[in-house]
């Protein structure tokens, strides 16, 4: 009996990490396409590109390649349309 609430407990922990793990990727998903598309870098294609090459290698090489924040008008606060 004991085994069998150890292996809940168990399973509980490893489907919080891995729900905690995918939430923090799509979280960078929409930062990449977020800030490629404010530096008018066509933010689908990034998503796509760092989706493929597994989040790592994709974020270092968009981070090397995007462009500097002195070329773009960064809007903190949009303007509401109601």
């Known amino acids: ?3 069998f609430i150890i292996g809940i407990i168990g399973i509980s922990i490893i489907s919080i990490i891995v729900i905690t793990i995918l939430f923090g990727l799509v979280k960078l998903e ?3 396409y977020n800030d490629a598309n404010r530096r008018n870098m066509k933010g689908s294609f990034w998503i796509f590109f760092v989706f493929i090459t597994l989040f790592v290698p994709g974020i270092l090489v968009y981070l090397a390649i995007r462009k500097s924040a002195s070329r773009f ?9 109601f």
């Open 73 to 81: 008008k960064y809007n903190r606060f949009k303007k509401n349309s």
């Open 1 to 3: 009996m004991s085994d």
């Open 30 to 32: 929409l930062w990449v």
